[in-house]
C-alpha cells in the first residue's frame, strides 16, 4: 500500500457560520477560528477543512457561491484570510477548501450575465432548456423540494438547478467553464492551501437529452438522480482536473458522492486511475432512512458492520475510505448512533474508537470532540432551507407538524449547525451579539472549558485516539478481520500489519453483553491501548462488556 500523508492526517471540519464570532455580529468570522487555532492543535489534528467562505448571498448558507476569489463579508477579508492560512501553517496545520463547483449562485457575475440573453456570451455556462410557464423541460425533482427547473421570463426558457433555484447548475459540458473552475483552483493553490473537498462532485455530468426520470403513481417528481450522478463524462472531466491542476501540487482531495456504490467509488478513487484521493459515500448515512431522508427507520447493528466492511474490502489496496459518522449536513453522531442521555460520555468515545481505529482518514466535525447533540427547536427557529422546504411542501400535503418535527429532530441539518459550545457563559462563549442559530440550551453542562477541566473528558480521549494512530501504523494500514460479523451487539475486529495485531471491542448499545474472543486468535499477551472505562486486567478471552464499553489492545 502507498503511504501518503493525507491517510495518516485526522481532518477537523469547520463550519465558520458557527465555530466562533470575534466581532459580536452573531456569526463565526475568520478571526474566530485564527483565535481558536491553539485549541485545535492541542486536540491533535492536522488537517482543518473549512466549510464555504467565499462571497455569497446565503440562500444556502455558503453553498451558493457569487464569487468564487472573495471572502464573504460575514467572515472577514482576504487579508484576514492569508493570516488564517499563515497562522495555521506555523502551527503545522494544513488547510482544506470547500470546492463548489456543481452550481454558483444565481447572484455570480457568469449567471447575471447567462440570463440576459439566449445569446450571451455567458449563456451556455448553465443549462437552458425550452419549456412553458406550467411545463418544465423534464419531470426532475430538486434535492430542496419543488421542481429542478426555474422558469426565467427574460428569455422564455428554463435553467436547472439541482438544489435551490438560486443554484443553477453549471454546464461542464462547456470546456469554457472547466477552465474557469481549473483557473479558480489554481488562485487557491498558489495561495498555499492544502487541499479541496469537492462538493456533489459526481453530479457534474448529466445524460444528454436530460431525459424524464422514472415516476412512481404517487409521487410529484420524477427521481432524475441516476441521470444526473455518476454521469458519462464525469470521469472524463475529473481526470482533466487531475492533469490540469491536481498533479502539480502535494494536496489532498475529496468528493462528497451521494449515491456511489462500492463498485462505482473504484473509479474515483483507485490510486491508478489519477482523479481523488477518497470520497464521502452516505451508504451508512442512510441507514435509517425509509423512502427518503425524512423517513425514520430502525437500524440494526449487523447491517451497520456490513457497510463498512463491504467499503474496506471493495476499497483495499485500491483506493482510500474516508471516516464519518458527522458532517454540516449529517445530525449529531451521539444522538443518531449513541446515546446523548444516560451514556452521552462512554457512547461518544465508544464511536470515536471506531471511527479512529478502522482503516481510512477520520472526518471530526466540530463539537463532536466534545459530544455536542442534537437540538429541539419550533419550526420558527430553524434557518436551513432544506427543512423549511420540506415542512412547507408536506404540511401543503397535510401532513402533521408533530411527525415532521419528529423527523426534523433526529435528521435536521441545524442539529449540527448550531453554535460550537466554548464555556457556560451567555450564548456558550460564541458571541457577544445575537446568534445566527440559537444555541443547543445543554451548552451549560457541554462545553470545551468544562471537557479542558475534566480529564476524563471526551476531548482529551479523543486527542489520545489522534496520538495513537500517529504512533502506531497499525491503526492507519493495517488489515480488518471482522469478528462476530452476526452479533447485534458487539463490533469486534482485529487489525494486522506486518507482526503486529491490534484488538478492537465495542459495545454499542446499552445492555451488559459478553465479549468472548475467537479461540483461533493467537497471543502471548494483551497491551491496553484505550478504553472508556478504567479497566483493571489485561485478560481478554472473557469481558463483560459495560453499556457502550470500547477496548483497544495490542496483542504480541
Known sequence: MNKQWWKETVVYQIYPRSFKDSNGDGLGDLRGIIGKLDYLNELGVEVIWL????????????YDISDYRAIMDDFGTMENFDELLEEMHKRGLKLVMDLVVNHSSDEHKWFVESRKSKDNPYRDYYIWRKGNKSNPPN?????????????????????????????PDLNWENEKVRCEVYDTMKF???????????????????????????????????????????????????????????????????????????DTAKFYVNEDRDELNMLFQFELMDIDSGNGKWDLRPWKLTTF??????????????????????????????????????????????????LHTWQGTPYIYQGEEIGMTNVQFDIAEYKDIEIINMFKEKTAQGMKKEELLESIYAKGRDNVRTPMQWDNSKNAGFTEGEPWLKVNPNYTDINVKQALEDKNSIFYYYQKLIRLRKENPIIVYGDIKLLYKDDENIFSYIRKFKDESLLVILNFFE????????TDS?????????????????IIDNILLKPYEARVYILH
Do not use: C
Not at 430538486?142 to 429542478?148: Q, R
Not at 458527522?326 to 448512533?337: G, K
Not at 445492555?511 to 475467537?518: A, G, I, K, W
Open 51 to 62: 466549510s464555504p467562505i467565499y462571497k455569497s448571498p446565503n440562500d444556502d448558507n455558503g
Open 139 to 167: 419531470n426532475w425533482g430538486s434535492f430542496f423540494s419543488g421542481s429542478a427547473w426555474q422558469y426565467d421570463e427574460a428569455t422564455d426558457e428554463y435553467f436547472l438547478h439541482l438544489f435551490s433555484k438560486k443554484q
Open 305 to 354: 458492520k456490513n457497510i463498512m466492511v463491504k467499503w474496506y474490502e471493495a476499497l483495499k489496496d485500491k483506493g482510500w475510505n474516508s471516516l464519518f459518522l458527522n458532517n454540516h449536513d449529517q445530525p449529531r453522531m451521539v444522538s443518531r448512533f449513541g446515546n446523548d442521555k444516560e451514556y452521552r460520555v462512554e457512547s461518544a468515545k465508544m464511536l470515536a474508537t471506531l
Open 511 to 518: 445492555n451488559e453483553v459478553e465479549f468472548r474472543l475467537p
Open 188 to 262: 487557491w493553490f498558489q495561495k498555499g492551501i492544502d487541499g479541496f473537498r469537492m462538493d456533489v462532485i459526481n453530479l457534474i455530468s448529466k445524460v444528454q437529452g436530460l431525459p424524464d426520470g422514472e415516476k412512481g403513481e404517487n409521487d410529484l417528481y420524477g427521481n432524475g438522480f441516476p441521470l444526473f450522478a455518476n454521469g458519462p463524462r464525469v470521469h472524463e472531466f475529473l481526470q482533466e482536473m487531475n492533469r490540469e491542476v491536481l498533479s502539480k501540487y502535494d494536496i489532498m482531495t475529496v468528493g462528497e458522492a451521494p449515491g456511489v456504490d462500492p
Open 522 to 538: 493467537k497471543y502471548r499477551e494483551a497491551e491496553l491501548l484505550i478504553a472508556n472505562y478504567e479497566v483493571d486486567t489485561n
